[in-house]
């Protein structure tokens, strides 16, 4: 199996620009996922494939990838950004699911 | 509107199992991939299972195989996990979600998840 490394914490003063990142063998294959979850609520896919936003999303999310290497990027962070996120992709043998361990984002 | 609804989480001693459900509605059900996603206490996401749509493929994390089934009734709009032999380390809440046609690790819509304590 394959393992997604996330950093655990991130922190973002408001209206500034954060990326949060996730490190993995598979990413330099699949596309990353991106999910947001405020405390007590499910989770929330806010990227997915190359850069692709569900409806609902605002543009201020963004995705890229670069080798080993996928990002979520909140241009203008606001208040209501602060949340954990995980990203997830598909494991090595292809029939798997891994996550990232998640980021918390202070929103400063 | 999606909606994804689950149920049969509780308190099982260790050793117990229990049947957890998923009631899909607003989406044609049988088109679509589902999922089972875990959140033990203050911890990440893990992935479970995923099931075909029509139920003839299933995967597991390794730490359930052999222990969890999930299973799907296209008819009654409905997915399932049946969880035997639970451990403390199965106690977390257990999210349902659709899986997105364009791939099987894009999890689109999610329940708000069941709550399964394992404890004596």
């Known amino acids: 199996s394959s393992e997604l490394t996330q950093d655990p914490a991130v922190s973002v003063a408001l209206g500034q620009t954060v990326r949060i990142t996730c490190q993995g063998d598979?990413?330099?294959?699949?596309?990353a996922s991106w999910y947001q979850q405020k405390p007590g609520q499910a989770p929330v896919l806010v990227i997915y494939?190359?850069?692709n936003r569900p409806s609902g999303i605002p543009d201020r999310f963004s995705g890229s990838s670069s080798g080993n290497t996928a990002s979520l990027t909140i241009t203008g962070a606001q208040a209501e950004d602060e949340a954990d996120y995980y990203c997830n992709s598909r494991d090595s043998s292809g029939n798997h699911v891994v996550f990232g361990g998640g980021t918390k984002l202070t929103v400063l | 509107e999606v909606q994804l609804v689950e149920s049969g989480g509780g308190l099982v001693q260790p050793g117990g199992s229990l049947r957890l459900s998923c009631a899909a509605s607003?989406?044609?059900?049988?088109?679509?991939?589902m999922t089972w996603v875990r959140q033990a206490p203050g911890k990440g996401l893990e992935w479970v299972a995923n099931?075909?749509?029509?139920?003839?493929?299933?995967y597991y994390v390794d730490s359930v195989k052999g222990r969890f089934t999930i299973s799907r009734d296209n008819a009654k709009n409905s997915l399932y996990l049946q969880t035997n032999s639970l451990r403390a380390e199965d106690t977390a809440v257990y999210y349902c979600?659709?899986?997105?046609?364009?791939?099987?690790?894009?999890?689109?819509?999610w329940g708000q998840g069941t709550l399964v304590t394992v404890s004596s």
């Open positions: 494939d190359k850069n």
């Open positions: 598979s990413l330099t294959s699949f596309y």
């Open positions: 607003g989406f044609t059900y049988s088109s679509y991939w």
């Open positions: 979600a659709r899986v997105h046609r364009l791939a099987r690790w894009y999890f689109d819509y």
């Open positions: 099931i075909k749509k029509d139920g003839s493929e299933k």
